[in-house]
Structures are given as structure tokens and as C-alpha cells.
């Protein structure tokens, strides 16, 4: 019964923030579906881990994947070769974000060890097709930080259709 205990209250607060996620994006009228997916790839102090318990992630049309994870929020967008190569990533220095291979998802263009002004050059000699960008957010982040956060970011990336 302990197990179950300390499962129902963590996902107590998983599922809480998804729901406030949700009516945030409700409220600014995103098109998103939601399910529960497991088998996500973390780095942990350098070592990358498979999370195998199932978090939540809200698919938002036009913008990318928003997931509830135990301790952050994260959003993976996922861009061409091309787009990626006319962003201007240091309009994301407030934000904290890595830049990463799709195919080769361990390829790493920018993270917190690696020069912003090198990830231009690094997507230009990788044979990536498709870049992926994921931000991070705090679970302590209020939902309307991280939803005016995914709106400003949508925006800087222009994938939304007007």
C-alpha cells in the first residue's frame, strides 16, 4: 500500500499541472490531445536514462510536445534543417533549452556545455534533416510562466499558422 501511496501522490501533482496546462490552453484556444506515454530518454549527470513509468504529454497542433515529467516541464519542438538554420537561437537565452539531432537524438548542437554561437555551424555539418529544441521548466513554475512561455516561443519560432 505504500507503493501505491507515493504513486497516487506523485501523480497527484503530474496530473494537476496537466490539468491547469490544459485549461491554459483551452483558455488561448490551441487545438492539443493528451495521452500518457512511458519510454522517454533523460540525461541524469551526464548518463542518459529510460524513464519507464508514463507521464503525461499534451501534443499542441502547430507548436510541439508539452510533458509533465516528475520534476520538470519540458516542450520538444521539432524543426527542419532549414528553419533551424534561420533561428536566431539567442532570442532563447532567457529560457533554459538544447538544440539536438532528431535522427541521432545523443548529436548534440547546443546544451549548457556547448557555445550558442557554435549551433549554427554544428546543424550545418550534421546530415540531420529535422532538429529538435526542447525548453525546460521548473514543476514549481506557475502554469501561466510556462503557457506565456510556449506562446512566446511559438511565436520566435513561427511555426503557427497564421
Same mark, same amino acid.
Given at each position: 500500500?505504500?507503493?501505491?501511496?507515493?504513486?497516487?501522490?506523485?501523480?497527484?501533482?503530474?496530473?494537476?499541472?496537466?490539468?491547469?496546462?490544459?485549461?491554459?490552453?483551452?483558455?488561448? *484556444?490551441?487545438?492539443?490531445?493528451?495521452? %500518457?506515454? /512511458?519510454?522517454? =530518454?533523460?540525461?541524469?549527470?551526464? @548518463?542518459?536514462?529510460?524513464?519507464?513509468?508514463?507521464?503525461?504529454?499534451?501534443?499542441?497542433?502547430?507548436?510541439?510536445?508539452?510533458?509533465?515529467?516528475?520534476?520538470?516541464?519540458?516542450?520538444?519542438?521539432?524543426?527542419?534543417?532549414?528553419?533551424?538554420?534561420?533561428?536566431?537561437?539567442?532570442?532563447?537565452?532567457?529560457?533554459?533549452?538544447?538544440?539536438?539531432?532528431? *535522427?541521432?537524438?545523443?548529436?548534440?548542437? %547546443?546544451? /549548457?556545455?556547448? =557555445?550558442?554561437?557554435?549551433?549554427? @555551424?554544428?546543424?550545418?555539418?550534421?546530415?540531420?534533416?529535422?532538429?529538435?529544441?526542447?525548453?525546460?521548466?521548473?514543476?514549481?513554475?506557475?502554469?501561466?510562466?510556462?503557457?506565456?512561455?510556449?506562446?512566446?516561443?511559438?511565436?520566435?519560432?513561427?511555426?503557427?499558422?497564421?
Amino acid at each position: 500500500m505504500d507503493m501505491l501511496n507515493m504513486l497516487n501522490e506523485i501523480y497527484s501533482e503530474i496530473n494537476q499541472k496537466k490539468n491547469e496546462m490544459i485549461h491554459f490552453l483551452k483558455e488561448n *484556444e490551441f487545438q492539443y490531445r493528451c495521452g %500518457y506515454y /512511458n519510454q522517454h =530518454s533523460v540525461k541524469v549527470n551526464d @548518463e542518459w536514462i529510460t524513464e519507464e513509468y508514463p507521464i503525461p504529454v499534451i501534443s499542441i497542433e502547430q507548436v510541439g510536445d508539452l510533458g509533465i515529467d516528475i520534476n520538470h516541464v519540458f516542450l520538444e519542438i521539432v524543426v527542419t534543417r532549414e528553419q533551424a538554420l534561420a533561428l536566431d537561437f539567442g532570442e532563447f537565452e532567457p529560457y533554459q533549452f538544447e538544440v539536438y539531432g532528431v *535522427e541521432n537524438f545523443l548529436n548534440d548542437f %547546443y546544451n /549548457n556545455t556547448l =557555445s550558442l554561437q557554435d549551433i549554427h @555551424e554544428r546543424v550545418r555539418i550534421s546530415n540531420e534533416e529535422s532538429i529538435g529544441i526542447s525548453f525546460f521548466f521548473s514543476m514549481d513554475e506557475p502554469v501561466g510562466q510556462i503557457g506565456n512561455a510556449v506562446i512566446d516561443i511559438q511565436k520566435k519560432i513561427n511555426i503557427r499558422e497564421s
